[in-house]
Structures are given as C-alpha cells and as structure tokens.
C-alpha cells in the first residue's frame, strides 16, 4: 500500500521539481535536516526514503536513495521561502 501511495505522489508532483533542488542534491539526511528541520513525515522503505514538509499551502517532498542520498525533490503550492 505504501508503495502505492508513493506513486501516487510522484504523479501528483510530476513536473513541479524546485530549482532549489541544486541545494538538496546529493545531500545526506543529517544534512537535510539541518537545511530544512524536521520533517512532518518520513516514509522508509528498503531502497528509499521520502521526507515531507508541509505548511500552509507549500508541501515539499525530499526523495532519499539507498545510498541514503538526495535522489530528487518537489514542491507543491506556495512555497516561496525556503525554510
């Protein structure tokens, strides 16, 4: 079911990827965590790792791959300041 929820998301999100991206890239969890805060959730499976922000109108999705590195991330709605 998780599996599902993910795809879902990823085609909810499809096309809205963040030039903010290139501050993420590569970076590792600890690394996003001291960027961004804490997440309101997290999401683990065997081969990857999804981190969600949400505020307001603004929800930002932080994709992890098994080598626990920033594979990709998305932003949807108004997330005009980077928190």
Not at 49 to 61: Q, S
């Amino acid at each position: 079911m998780k599996n599902f929820i993910v795809m879902i998301s990823l085609v909810v999100l499809a096309g809205c990827q963040s030039p903010r991206y290139d501050a993420l890239v590569a970076k590792t969890p600890k690394e996003v965590r001291a960027l961004k805060g804490r997440p309101t959730t997290i999401i683990q499976e065997k081969n990857y790792e999804m981190w969600t922000y949400k505020k307001d109108d603004c929800t930002e999705v932080v994709f992890f791959d098994a080598e626990k590195h920033v594979a990709d991330f998305y932003e949807k709605g108004s997330c005009a300041v980077d928190k």
